[in-house]
């Protein structure tokens, strides 16, 4: 059974940092795209960062670029989501997400995705 399951959420005040983590198992992902998306309150769900399965290409949201950074470890079976600078507004439910794609830009679409994980919230206090 193939799992993702992320860590790291919690409150912070308006400029801290932090760093969401998203352990595979089930599965090896060295070869696939991984994202992190986020849900807001009364929002629709958004695409935050991705890798494209190489690890050669990253995408970023327009909000969060300078801000955010996306990496992973193969060896862990893991994606990271950096986290600085953060603003109220950066305050939802981060999910990561698996998927093997291997098309242009693949990665910067949510149906490209086959794995999900449960999510973990960040609430960033002004």
């Known amino acids: 059974q193939v799992q993702l399951v992320e860590s790291g959420g919690g409150l912070v005040q308006a400029g801290g940092s932090l760093r969401l983590s998203c352990a595979a198992s089930?599965?090896?992902?060295?070869?696939?795209?991984l994202g992190w998306f986020r849900q807001a309150p009364g929002k629709e769900r958004e695409l935050v960062a991705a890798l494209s399965w190489s690890g050669t290409s990253t995408h970023y949201a327009d909000s969060v670029k300078g801000r955010f950074t996306i990496s992973r470890d193969n060896a862990k079976n893991a994606v990271y989501l950096q986290m600085n600078s953060l603003k109220p507004e950066d305050t939802a439910v981060y999910s990561c997400?698996?998927?093997?794609?291997?098309?242009?830009?693949?990665?910067?679409?949510?149906?490209?995705?086959?794995?999900w994980g449960q999510g973990t919230q960040v609430t960033v206090s002004s």
């Open positions: 997400a698996a998927g093997v794609c291997s098309a242009y830009r693949c990665y910067v679409r949510a149906g490209s995705y086959d794995y």
């Open positions: 089930g599965r090896t992902f060295s070869s696939s795209a």
